[in-house]
């Protein structure tokens, strides 16, 4: 897994055969070397692309996302023959479900995946999921519900990657489990430190903890369109990225420290998920968080302090670090395409019916 943050390759070895709905083997986040993911975000940040640059860029991602694989085999000693196939998410440089043509194109070539690895490989899960009417995202909720689930609970999950998505898993499992996209996680929260204090992320959220939040700043992001549309709904890269947040500061036009802009786009994701959870998930009585937004210890305090009455943890307590919750949901849909099972919830992703996810591309 490779998600919208870019902060590493994912790589989890699963068990979908004991009594625990997954078991988690073994795992590692493996760094994109400096050139490569330099190239990946420039290939996102700018649309347009030379044909024969993404080419390569596809082939050189596969290659990395193989050896990465290998290596994590070799560390651990498993054998091969006993991985059943591997499920490569692929990075995703362009999301449009809504166009005129939809789709959504994620690289990381799986032919050379498979054949560096010798093994079975499941790819390009989202484009079945638009071609039935669906959004393509998010496909973890079904996943989310297979392991988070509890019939004396209402949950909300929450994966706090580059961009925030949402799981509401009723106690009631005869009511529909709904899940979207609310907008931004990490990724503009990096993006301002790395301009300004030339580090990856906000490290426990910190910086963001010594700021003061803009208000009048924060109104201004909030009255992003998306935000006010309505579910099924998903988004990335290709509309919060760091020249939407330029746009946004120009409206403003204030001078603002570095320090209170960071602190306002904490409360951005913060109030971006809030609202969303009261208006479409109310009644949920615990928030569980995973992805890398789960070690801002800021962020989740300032999330507890907006939720009050709901409890705001980790999926850690429920069994699963939140690392690696989301490589773990696409080994499971890999293994539900294996199977001819429908990996995505239609009530989900506005899909037209439950569809088979992703093609497989054998060893």
């Known amino acids: 897994m490779s998600g919208t943050s870019l902060d590493g390759i994912d790589v989890v070895i699963t068990d979908f055969s004991t009594a625990t709905p997954c078991q988690l083997i073994a795992a590692q986040t493996f760094p994109f070397p400096p050139e490569l993911k330099s190239e990946l975000i420039l290939l996102i940040k700018s649309i347009k692309c030379n044909l024969n640059k993404l080419g390569e860029i596809d082939i050189a991602l596969g290659r990395l996302v193989a050896q990465s694989i290998n290596q994590l085999i070799k560390t651990h000693h498993v054998n091969v023959s006993d991985i059943t196939a591997i499920g490569s998410h692929g990075q995703t440089i362009f999301h449009s479900p809504t166009g005129q043509y939809p789709f959504s194109m994620q690289i990381g070539n799986a032919n050379v995946i498979a054949e560096m690895t010798g093994i079975t490989t499941v790819a390009d899960f989202r484009q079945r999921d638009i071609a039935a009417g669906g959004q393509g995202a998010p496909l973890v909720p079904a996943f989310h519900h297979q392991l988070f689930a509890d019939p004396r609970q209402h949950r909300a999950i929450i994966n706090i990657g580059g961009i925030s998505n949402i799981t509401l898993l009723p106690a009631d499992n005869k009511q529909p489990i709904s899940g979207f996209d609310t907008g931004p996680g990490n990724v503009l929260i990096d993006g301002w430190i790395s301009r300004h204090q030339q580090q990856d992320y906000d490290h426990q959220g910190q910086w963001a903890a010594s700021g003061q939040c803009n208000d009048d700043l924060l109104a201004l992001m909030l009255a992003e369109p998306y935000f006010q549309q309505t579910i099924p709904k998903s988004t990335g890269r290709e509309l919060f990225n760091m020249a939407w947040l330029d746009k946004k500061l120009v409206e403003y036009n204030n001078e603002l420290p570095a320090i209170d802009v960071q ?82 919830l239609a009530s989900v992703t506005g899909a037209k019916h439950p569809a088979v996810l992703g093609a497989i591309y054998s060893a």
């Open 263 to 344: 602190a306002t786009l904490i409360q951005l994701t913060v109030q971006t998920i809030a609202n969303d959870i009261q208006r479409y998930g109310n009644n949920s009585e615990a928030v569980f968080i995973c992805g890398g937004g789960a070690h801002n210890d800021y962020l989740l305090s300032q999330l507890q302090l907006v939720l009050q009455d709901k409890k705001v943890a980790t999926t850690k307590i429920l069994g699963l670090d939140p690392d690696w919750v989301e490589a773990c949901a696409f080994a499971w849909l890999a293994d539900k395409t294996l199977n001819k099972q429908a990996g995505n």
